[in-house]
């Protein structure tokens, strides 16, 4: 049901794209900003809809279409020279997405998180911003129960859950009760929780192509493979193409969770007294908990086996670090190897990785995340060679809710004309 949704929006920033190479002839530009509209678009539209007007990314679109000659012929001389589009402002709903993300990553490092977000929700720009979202979530869900109720398919995951309720008030002869936090509140949790973190992994695999463009090459060889007819024809794998996974795809995007990993760490609480390696924590202690470093994309640190709980020892993984082949080297290979045909796979579990944490308070949008990845991947480097340009590279990364490329600047080329 997502990949329809998140294969609308990437074509949409294609055009996006193919218009602002055009605009600019060729030249660079930064695209952190557009990642980060593109990535709301996709989370909206795989969450409840974008509705006709769409999204952020076609609002910049139709925007830098109405001043398309006044652009065209403000382009500087100079082919290195980035070039600035005029900026359209956010829609109201990314905005008021920013104020809740913006909130939320202060929570975590204020000494006292309650006493913070108590005054912080008193603001009238975080209580705008909560009624702007929960505006929208609620005039989706009043859309959508006509729809439903008709018997309509459903389109988007607030869809599947309007649709369950209906069919269980109709089964208890009851109104269907749409107005439920219980419905509101997990909605606006995929948005605050999905869009940061697919934003900044997605910059992370944009950097990765510019930085090791052989990557770029062989990832796009092998896609060509992968959807022949679609190469073939000369056209765009379609969404139901891209349930065929890449190897060379796949342990690019394994490998850049693992080393450009966004959410560094995370902190749980100790619900009981217990031991870490031989250490006491007090039950209610703060614990925080890494998801790079030893042993994922750093060389792992010595541990006395006999210090291990023996639940621990019991369950040993496989693997449990990757010291004998460059932990921090950026190396996808090390994640795929060859099946009894000698086929090249991609094998997840090569080694250790912690990028969507894990158990019982790991990402539930995994999937999710995986899917956006390999579609927007695989439609831009399908449409695109990146180049990393000669002039205004920067490596500088932003630190909030996640760790990611403050900018991102690249040039563009026509990889769908390759002979
Ligand atoms: C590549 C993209 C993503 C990464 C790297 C990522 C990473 C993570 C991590 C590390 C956590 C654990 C947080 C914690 O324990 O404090 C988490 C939780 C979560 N993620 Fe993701 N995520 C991604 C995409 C998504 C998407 C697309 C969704 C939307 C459905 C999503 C929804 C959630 C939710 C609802 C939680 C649980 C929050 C909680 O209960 O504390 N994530 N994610």
């Given at each position: 049901m997502n990949a329809p949704r998140i294969h609308d929006v990437t074509c949409e920033l294609l055009d996006f794209w193919r218009l602002k190479t055009q605009l600019s002839k060729g030249r660079p530009f930064d695209v952190a900003e557009d990642v980060s509209q593109f990535s709301f678009d996709a989370i909206m539209s795989a969450a409840m809809g974008l509705g006709p007007e769409g999204g952020d990314i076609r609002r910049q679109m139709d925007h830098l279409t109405a001043l398309r000659s006044k652009i065209a012929s403000s382009?500087?001389?100079?082919?290195n020279e980035i070039f600035s589009f005029p900026a359209v402002e956010r829609s109201a709903k990314l905005e008021a997405l920013r104020v809740n993300e913006d909130s939320l990553w202060k929570g975590f490092v204020m000494p006292w998180p309650t006493l913070y977000h108590r005054i912080n929700n008193m603001r009238p720009a975080v209580r705008k911003a909560g009624a702007t979202l929960r505006g929208y979530i609620a005039s989706q869900i009043a859309k959508a129960v006509p729809r439903l109720a008709d018997d309509g398919q459903p389109l988007c995951a607030l869809d599947y859950v309007i649709q369950r309720e209906i069919k269980a008030a109709s089964k208890e002869n009851r109104t269907p009760v749409l107005d439920d936090p219980r419905i509101l509140e997990p909605i606006y949790g995929y948005l605050i929780a999905g869009h940061d973190t697919s934003s900044g992994s997605l910059l992370w695999s944009l950097r990765r192509f510019l930085e090791h463009p052989d990557n770029q090459t062989r990832i796009r060889d092998s896609l060509r493979q992968t959807y022949a007819d679609a190469w073939l024809e000369r056209r765009l794998p379609t969404a139901a193409e891209l349930v065929r996974h890449n190897a060379y795809l796949d342990a690019f995007i394994e490998e850049v969770l693992r080393?450009?990993?966004?959410?560094v760490n995370i902190m749980v609480m100790t619900r009981m007294d217990t031991v870490v390696l031989g250490y006491p924590v007090p039950a209610d202690t703060r614990v925080f908990l890494n998801l790079?470093?030893?042993?994922l994309n750093r060389p792992s640190v010595v541990v006395?086996?006999?210090?291990?709980?023996d639940t621990s020892q019991t369950h040993r993984p496989s693997r449990e670090n990757w010291d004998d082949s460059n932990p921090t080297e950026f190396l996808p290979e090390r994640w795929l190897r060859k099946d009894q045909e000698g086929k090249v796979i991609f094998d997840a579990s090569l080694g250790p990785a912690l990028a969507f944490s894990a158990g019982n308070r790991g990402c539930w949008g995994k999937r999710l995340g995986y899917l956006e990845l390999r579609i927007v991947l695989t439609l831009l480097l399908w449409s695109f060679h990146f180049e990393l340009p000669e002039k205004g590279v920067s490596w500088e990364t932003f630190d909030s809710l996640v760790v990611a490329p403050k900018k991102c600047i690249i040039r563009l080329s026509e990889a769908s004309r390759d002979a």
């Open positions: 382009a500087a001389a100079d082919l080393i450009d990993t966004p959410v790079t470093g030893s042993s006395d086996e006999s210090i291990r709980s």
